[in-house]
């Protein structure tokens, strides 16, 4: 059970069209957007972070999803690993790629460009950051300085997620949880 538990969507009518983006995107109403109704300033502003961060820019999507789970897990964040992990499946990532994640370094599932992003995210996701000008030169040789700012800026937004919702233990949606399950 969340330590805040959200608001009902109808409490700040105000959202209701930032909340109708999130529904959208996620195909459900996420509990972690709906406790950040307590705060609508901090919403508002979030929302269009995550927006700009997931939704827009030059490195795929479906890539931004496995930096999020690399960062999610490494955080000890489980909430944020299923809805990174169940974002993944829905932009067409194969769940045997979702569950090899940790094993980028050896697995053929993934690309020489694919190891250097998912290396920097997990150094980066530890505490303190391990990431290393030897990463970075790897990134370097297969992404753009504006690629690069862009995989920084969803390591970082997973970040505040994971404190977010791990320490409020915000509670899982059905959809992300039985995504999550049939994981191995």
């Not at 915000?170 to 399950?181: K, Q, R, Y």
């Amino acid at each position: 059970m969340s330590r805040v538990p959200p608001l009902a969507a109808t409490t700040t009518p105000e959202l209701a069209p930032l909340l109708e983006q999130a529904e959208r995107a996620m195909g459900y109403l996420p509990n972690d957007v709906l406790s950040l109704c307590h705060w609508p300033e901090l919403l508002q502003s979030l929302g269009g972070l995550v927006h700009t961060v997931l939704q827009t820019g030059d490195v795929d999507p479906s890539l931004k999803r496995l930096i999020g789970i690399i960062s999610s897990r490494t955080q000890g964040c489980t909430y944020c690993t299923a809805h990174s992990s169940y974002g993944a499946s829905q932009l067409g990532v194969d769940a045997e790629k979702i569950n090899a994640v940790f094993e980028f370094e050896t697995s053929p599932l993934f690309t020489d460009a694919e190891r250097a992003v998912l290396r920097v995210a997990w150094h980066g996701a530890l505490q303190p950051s391990a990431v290393t000008d030897n990463d970075f030169e790897a990134l370097k040789a297969h992404f753009s300085e504006r690629e690069i700012v862009e995989i920084v800026a969803v390591l970082s937004l997973y970040g505040f997620l994971n404190r977010w919702n791990g320490t409020l233990q915000t509670e899982l949606e059905p959809a992300p949880a039985a995504f999550a399950a049939s994981l191995t």
